[in-house]
């Protein structure tokens, strides 16, 4: 399983999207006191491929400088549990520009989750 969390529930929402190997998606987007779900099925390579992505990620992250975040940024955190490990990534959005893994990265869970809800999650 793949979880992505951006965003903020009080400025214009907090999006998760969970990926498991099989291709399930279920995409949560929190506002304020309102929480919406969508589901649908997708190719199992797409697990595979962000799996990786996220992978060569947390490699080229550590190499990045801490930064400090400016108005409307948002912490991004990832985690990926397989049977062999668990892997986790945090980084503000704006790093997203600095590297392009992690803007390749962000932009696979962004399509991701506006697919999955019919266009009511934007970015």
Same mark, same amino acid.
């Given at each position: ?11 214009? @929402?907090? $999006?998760? =999207?969970? !990926?498991? +190997? ?8 929190? #506002?304020?006191?309102? /929480? ?35 108005? @409307?940024? $948002?912490? =991004?955190? !990832?985690? +990926? ?8 990534? #945090?980084?503000?959005? /704006? ?29």
């Amino acid at each position: 399983m793949i979880t992505y969390e951006t965003g903020n529930p009080h400025f214009g @929402g907090r $999006t998760v =999207v969970q !990926l498991s +190997a099989a291709g399930e998606v279920v995409v949560e987007l929190k #506002r304020d006191d309102e /929480n919406i779900d969508f589901d649908q099925k997708v190719d199992p390579a797409v697990h595979r491929e962000l799996l990786v992505l996220l992978k060569e990620a947390c490699r080229r992250v550590s190499h990045l400088p801490e930064l400090t975040p400016v108005p @409307g940024e $948002t912490l =991004v955190r !990832l985690r +990926a549990t397989t049977p062999s490990e668990t892997i986790h990534l #945090r980084f503000w959005s /704006n790093q997203r520009w600095r590297d392009p893994v992690l803007d390749q990265l962000m932009s696979h869970f962004e399509r991701l989750a506006v697919a999955t809800s019919g266009g009511v999650v934007r970015f």
